[in-house]
């Protein structure tokens, strides 16, 4: 197969990157790794690299992004990936806007005022690209229950009234409605049950928000509901976040989009004369009313604005049927992090060993087996390797990509995301995220069981991890989707391992600098998991009968218009 060439800026960054860490070594090993297994010595490497702090956290807009940009296409290079960008090169554009917003709230209730505290209580931005302040002045405050207009479940948390100009507190995750016939239990039949929605997700709430001409938009944070502590949200208070850049600024963005601590809520609540735990309660009645909370905020935002060129990173291996070669499997990984905070003492780059260098890395190895396949014996469809920007800002790189696509979305038969790599230890199950949607399922379920593993349902669906990693930009414009997490029995540890591992990674290391590589991962477990997602690919990539969407989810009426 012919490959086309790199562009003038790829290749300077290249031979930049080849000059200042002497990457030229990494060509001559693949040669002598195998074509047909995952190598985990391979892995660590990759890993390694990605998530030393010579790439500074990796962040959009920054030489961490040059740094890793160059290194994904010598990977790819070195490979024998062609480049997928069909104008020639191995990148597309992604134009981000950085915004670092500069916050003052102020709530008044009665004679008493109340100043959350940055970090402490709440954090908080606007998205819109402007240099005049963004401000509100005395906008009433409403608590909207969930803040769900869900026509489909017959719920509406706003009862028609008019939310322009004022503020909207609202509950994190979706309403949880018991069970008529077993009331320890949620309803599986409205909002599905355990499982998160997408009108859970703060996105939406945010969107509703901005639609119905809102000033602002405070969630109130619950570590449970949300899946992650506060700590989480505001380790990047203050810091630079990014939008996709719009014609119209992002003006029709709610002014003050942010999150409340709960024990913030509370004073909040209790200085207005109510109960907090009372109208949560209260708010998962379908009867629900908003409640105005006797209190008026003042908020001012200051938006120092840049444009950040960014690059989604794409790689191309061709089909081998003539025909079939133009539909396509597509794996994606994002491959930035949240760079580095000069604020804080000693550490001060964000690694994202674990997120992620190695669901990157794990996608990078993938493409070399495919490459490595000779011509003849690859698949029927082509393999489409994106490594995306800006996921941690909003999954900015995957949304740009779902809308400008490079290759027709309904010639996209499926997603493959990997996000975070299972470190722990091989596994005798395979966790799939928002399960019981597709019939990609059904292939997965069929090769971990000639594997002597098996599929575990989404174990924790109420925090909606669906929709918090870059499949779902593709699930929303209709491609359906896969996506898997370690699994949670260890093959040769004792029972609840891998879920305290993973229990303490996020408490300790999640969006932390101490997400690092460390000598107690699993290499062996990465490669398990590398192996698996290959293999699925290509079954995906020669199957008679493309994947779809199952009948009742949100997603099969897109796909359909596609492919009638």
């Keep these: 197969m012919q490959h086309l060439r790199p562009s003038r800026r790829a290749i300077r960054t290249v031979a930049l990157l080849l000059t200042t860490f002497g990457l030229t070594s990494v060509v001559a090993p693949l040669a002598s790794l195998a074509a047909d297994r995952a190598s985990p010595d391979h892995l660590h490497e990759m890993i390694a690299t990605l998530s030393s702090d010579d790439f500074e956290g990796r962040n959009p807009g920054s030489a961490g992004e040059d740094k890793t940009v160059a290194y994904l296409i010598d990977q790819l290079t070195a490979m024998d990936v062609a480049p997928g960008n069909p104008n020639g090169t191995y990148t597309q554009d992604v134009g981000l806007v950085g915004i670092t917003s500069k916050t003052s709230l102020s709530f008044s209730v009665g004679d008493e005022t109340l100043e959350p505290v940055l970090v402490n209580d709440y954090t908080a931005a606007s998205k819109r690209v402007t240099a005049d302040p963004i401000a509100a002045t005395a906008s009433e405050v409403i608590f909207l229950g969930y803040g769900v207009q869900a026509p489909e479940f017959n719920w509406d948390d706003f009862k028609g009234v008019d939310v322009t100009g004022k503020t909207i507190v609202v509950l994190v995750n979706d309403p949880p409605l018991p069970d008529p016939a077993d009331p320890t239990k949620l309803d599986d039949a409205q909002f599905k049950g355990k499982a998160m929605t997408y009108y859970g997700r703060y996105d939406y709430k945010y969107e509703t928000a901005s639609r119905l001409g809102a000033a602002a938009c405070l969630i109130v944070h619950e570590t449970g509901p949300a899946g992650y502590p506060f700590a989480v949200l505001t380790a990047g208070s203050g810091r630079e976040s990014f939008s996709l850049a719009s014609a119209d600024g992002n003006a029709s963005r709610v002014g003050l989009e942010g999150w409340i601590s709960r024990d913030f809520a509370e004073k909040l609540f209790a200085a207005g004369g109510h109960d907090f735990a009372a109208l949560k309660a209260a708010a998962a009645r379908r009867d629900f009313e908003p409640v105005p909370l006797n209190a008026t905020l003042d908020y001012t935002v200051t938006n120092t604005t840049r444009t950040v060129d960014s690059q989604n990173v794409i790689g191309l291996v061709e089909g081998s049927d003539p025909s079939l070669k133009n539909e396509y499997v597509i794996y994606t990984a994002h491959w930035d992090h949240m760079g580095r905070d000069e604020r804080l003492p000693g550490d001060q780059v964000f690694n994202g060993a ?154 300790k290391h999640y969006h932390k600098v101490s997400d690092e590589i460390s000598d107690l991962w699993n290499f062996e477990a990465i490669a398990q998991e590398a192996n698996f997602l290959h293999e699925l690919g290509r079954r995906l990539a020669n199957a008679e009968e493309v994947p779809e969407w199952l009948p009742g989810t949100e997603f099969k009426s897109t796909r359909d218009a596609q492919r009638p």
């Design 354 to 507: 674990m997120d992620n260098a190695s669901g990157t890395a794990v996608v990078l190895e993938i493409a070399r087996l495919f490459a490595a396949t000779p011509p003849a014996e690859r698949p029927d469809r082509s393999l489409l390797f994106l490594f995306v920007t800006a996921e941690e800002r909003g999954l900015l790189g995957s949304k740009y990509y779902a809308e400008n696509p490079l290759y027709p979305l309904r010639d996209t038969i499926a997603n493959i995301n990997k996000d975070g790599a299972n470190i722990y230890a091989p596994t005798k199950d395979i966790e799939i995220i928002g399960s019981g949607s597709t019939t990609i399922e059904d292939v997965a379920a069929e090769l971990a069981a000639e594997n002597g593993q098996f599929l575990l349902p989404d174990s924790q669906s109420e925090k909606g991890f669906f929709y918090r990693s870059d499949h779902f930009s593709f699930a929303k414009v209709g491609v359906p989707a896969f996506y898997s997490k370690a699994g949670r029995i260890a093959i040769g540890f004792p029972e609840n391992y891998i879920d305290e591992k993973r229990a303490e990674y996020t408490a």
